[in-house]
């Protein structure tokens, strides 16, 4: 019974977390829907690229660690992560697989791999 409650509470917990997120991006999308095409969104737009670029470079850079990549006394775990990150770009930029497709197959892979 304990178990049974237990998984109750954590999946209210993580609708509780989740559903103001939710809620937000609703509206915002239906905001966005609205005024998507004028000019004032799409300079914000324009200007929120590089920003973006800069985000995903940035963590890209903090994951770049030796547990990630594994160590010199390690170097397959460093091989087998560069593999993985070609395949992902190979199948993501030139065969047209969708990339949250790719993430979830690279990362079911590096569970296995790794």
Do not use: H
Not at 76 to 81: E, G, K, L, R
């Amino acid at each position: 019974m304990n178990n049974l409650m237990a998984i109750l509470g954590s999946g209210i917990a993580t609708f509780a977390l989740i559903l103001p997120s939710l809620i937000l991006m609703i509206l915002i999308s239906k905001m966005f829907m609205k005024y998507m095409n004028t000019p004032t969104v799409r300079s914000i737009f324009a200007g929120l690229r590089p920003a973006v670029v800069g985000l995903l470079i940035a963590a890209a850079l903090l994951l770049m660690t030796p547990e990630n990549f594994g160590t010199i006394s390690q170097p397959w775990q460093f091989w087998i992560s560069i593999f993985l990150f070609v395949a992902t770009f190979v199948g993501t930029k030139f065969v047209g697989i969708n990339p949250i497709k790719m993430i979830l197959f690279a990362g079911f892979a590096g569970l296995i791999l790794l």
